[in-house]
């Protein structure tokens, strides 16, 4: 990397520091065909670890008929228990994806909800009220023995089957999540359609209904390229948690029109440039997403990583 660079010049009003909520050994490898080993997946959150990213999330523990990739959660979840200071979340289905959880020492939990009918009914077989009549119980319990529980909903700027999704339709369906006992919320673009104006506009409705800014993160997709600007229009906001993906892995297989995720590198390289703190080292973070790439047989699709990946394969490989 370049000596001084980023160039460091922050912007009024923005946080002084944001959380990363690594989801490149979750959301980036699901929808990988060829199955990745579990001990390259065990090193990559190593190595995610290593590089300074305080959460990283680890695995899914959904039926694997339904994700094969993360089929090996139980085999995984125990080579983790090393890596100390860092929140190791994972998904859950349903009661059955708790209980699995929880006997491994899973602390922190996530569930996933739609903000549209089609896509809960491609993804969850329910529909968005049955879906979050599953939830329940699981919230209630993980709460009940103190197990911090995230709610994910996808679809909250478009879907690919209904179109623009209404703005009050999305804010209804986060204020349930949040009124079964999630503790954070994150915001899903599912399929990469949304832009700043329109990122800005559900936050204001979400704080009219009493949604904490402090407790919502988003989660971009870069398919029309508006990943970053997506992300800085949420920050002037005062969100303080953003989702990445290491290298830009990632895609949604219920969902063929949804690309990539925001590239944590990507993501870093503006928020080191904004003076906001991340905690992390871009450059071990370069050299981790240059290594997985080269075990799954194809180049990242990061900029930031092609940019610095000669300075990254030198310092680590």
């Not at 959150?45 to 990213?53: S, T």
């Not at 919230?139 to 529980?149: G, L, N, P, T």
Request: proline share 6%; aromatic share 4%; glycine share 10%.
């Amino acid at each position: 990397m370049t000596e001084g660079l980023p160039m460091e010049v922050p912007v009024a009003g923005l946080p002084p520091r944001v959380r990363i909520h690594e989801v490149g050994p979750r959301d980036g490898l699901q929808n990988e065909k060829e199955v990745v080993p579990t001990e390259v997946k065990a090193e990559f959150v190593h190595r995610l670890a290593a590089a300074g990213l305080t959460t990283v999330e680890a695995t899914s523990f959904v039926h694997p008929k339904w994700v094969p990739q993360l089929a090996d959660a139980e085999a995984l979840f125990p080579r983790l228990s090393d890596i100390g200071g860092v929140d190791l979340p994972v998904l859950v289905p349903n009661e059955r994806g708790l209980d699995r959880a929880v006997a491994l020492g899973a602390r922190r939990i996530a569930v996933f909800a739609s903000a549209t009918e089609t896509f809960a009914a491609r993804n969850l077989n329910r529909t968005v009220e049955e879906s979050l009549a599953m939830f329940e119980p699981v919230v209630a319990r993980a709460k009940a023995d103190d197990v911090h529980v995230r709610g994910y909903l996808s679809m909250c700027f478009g879907d690919p089957w209904e179109g623009a999704v209404p703005v009050r339709q999305v804010v209804r369906v986060a204020r349930r999540l949040m009124d079964l006992g999630c503790d954070e919320l994150s915001l899903g673009d599912t399929i990469g359609v949304a832009t700043p104006g329109h990122v800005q506009e559900l936050l204001a409705r979400l704080d009219e209904e009493g949604v904490p800014t402090g407790a919502v993160g988003v989660h971009f997709h870069d398919t029309y390229g508006q990943a970053l600007a997506n992300t800085l229009a949420a920050l002037q906001h005062g969100v303080t948690t953003v989702d990445a993906s290491a290298g830009g892995l990632g895609g949604c297989p219920y969902a063929k029109s949804a690309t990539g995720n925001l590239a944590t590198e990507d993501l870093v390289w503006m928020l080191h440039g904004l003076g906001i703190e991340t905690g992390v080292d871009l450059g071990r973070l370069t050299a981790t997403s240059v290594w997985m790439a080269e075990r799954l047989g194809r180049p990242s699709p990061s900029r930031t990583v092609r940019a610095l990946a000669g300075t990254a394969s030198h310092k680590e490989s």
